[in-house]
């Protein structure tokens, strides 16, 4: 089965100062990777995808996220964090075996404090 | 490109009544969209899948009698809330798997369900 870990409610970051928000997954096969960013009473925003390839992807807003497949992580980050960059973020994974079911972690909340 | 609406953003009804939710693809077609409701605080919790002229593939605990599901078109799926309570107030999030590969969902900006 599928599963997505984001072992930290909310993370605090100066900023300026670089951020990183969490992510494990679990599943079979290889994997499908994305990171969504959700800002308060709206739906979410794409903002990156692992699907194979370079390790390192790179996506909107200044964002990268690295997929390790040894510790089946794929970390988000930024090398200095923006005020607006404050909110609600999922990470979410889907098997390549088939199907379209993507399976979304329960959110990292990202405060960002000038 | 690959932008995502929902009508309404917002609705109040009253118990009882039966409330429908648009998503449109607004510049790509999508065979497959998603359903999702999100409680305050907490994750997205996948309601159904549906596919473009077939019937929508409901996860386990989900109604599909309450919670109907149409996708009568490659650019437009509804959500009826049928009989709504209280308890099916909510934030409703459907989204439509993208173009070139369909690795990537984009989502409809959600619609605030409250039902008094």
């Known amino acids: 089965a599928q599963s997505v870990a984001q072992p930290e409610d909310q993370v605090n970051v100066a900023e300026g100062n670089p951020l990183t928000v969490k992510c494990t997954y679990s599943v079979s096969g290889n994997p499908y990777l994305f990171w969504y960013v959700q800002y308060p009473n709206r739906g979410l925003q794409f903002l990156l995808k692992?699907?194979?390839?370079?390790?390192l992807v790179k996506g909107s807003y200044g964002f990268e996220a690295e997929f390790n497949k040894s510790q089946t992580s794929f970390h988000l980050k930024k090398p200095s964090a923006l005020v607006s960059d404050s909110a609600l973020y999922f990470c979410?994974?889907?098997?390549?075996?088939?199907?379209?079911?993507?399976?979304f972690g329960a959110g990292t909340r990202l405060f960002v404090k000038a | 490109g690959a932008v995502v609406s929902q009508h309404p953003s917002r609705v109040i009804c009253k118990s009882g009544t039966s409330v429908k939710i648009e998503c449109r693809s607004l510049d790509f077609q999508a065979t497959t969209m998603f359903w999702y409701r999100q409680f305050p605080k907490q994750s997205l919790m996948l309601m159904a899948t549906s596919n473009e002229g077939s019937k929508a593939t409901y996860e386990q605990g989900v109604e599909k009698d309450k919670f109907l599901i149409n996708h009568a078109s490659l650019t437009l799926s509804t959500l009826t809330v049928t009989s709504a309570h209280p308890e099916d107030s909510s934030f409703y999030i459907c989204?439509?798997?993208?173009?070139?590969?369909?690795?990537?969902?984009?989502f409809g900006p959600g619609t605030r369900l409250l039902v008094l």
């Open positions: 979410a994974v889907r098997a390549n075996t088939g199907g379209f079911k993507t399976i």
């Open positions: 692992y699907i194979t390839g370079d390790n």
């Open positions: 989204s439509a798997l993208g173009q070139g590969g369909a690795e990537t969902q984009y």
